[in-house]
């Protein structure tokens, strides 16, 4: 298989996956719909960012080594499944979220940094992606393709998930999602703090093989 092919290979299934609603999406709407169109931009970018360190430790051989050690993976697995459980709870708490203009600075709003890092962590702490990662590279990539194109490969990754998150938050914060927002109010929290505690006891129940 020819580098090109190899790289659109890959690509066709990642994109499968990032568009399939999960943890990622789960952190984004919350932070878009609660905190505005910036804090969901910067989710995005951080759950994008994150891609780069899963490819990063699954071409060093690493990801193996966490895929098929029981003990990593349950510590890993755990984490994650905690994170998502606090981050469940304190939206399923949360009064009804006052939304912001679009693009409007609020001198009271979530820093940047914080959505950025919430987005990264809701993306590396889940066992699953550590799983899809070493799954799709052993199974896609050839061990002749150079490691600087493979980083490459994930670059594009990381690019491409970081743009589909961007146009989430961005649909989430027009005028007619927030006003359907508006409308549910509190039930919007509940829900998603719901979908996030489901999704934590999703990743507690995951096996390594």
Known sequence: MSHTAEFLSLMTVFLVAAVTPGADFACVMRESVAHGRRAGLAAAIGVGSAI?????YTV????????????????????????????????????APVLPDPGATDPAARPLHRSLAIGALTNLLNPKATLFFVSLFSTIVSPSTPLMLQLGYGLAMALVLAGWFSIVALFLTT??????????????????GLMLIALGVRVALQRSH
């Open 60 to 95: 060093l051989g690493i990801g193996l080594i966490v895929a098929h050690s029981i003990v990593v993976f349950t510590i890993v697995k755990w984490a994650g499944a905690a994170y998502l459980v606090w981050l469940g709870v304190k939206s399923f708490r949360a009064p």
């Open 52 to 56: 780069l360190v899963h490819v990063g």
């Open 175 to 192: 005028g007619t999602a927030r006003a359907a927002f508006a409308r549910v109010g509190r039930w919007f929290n509940r829900a998603t």
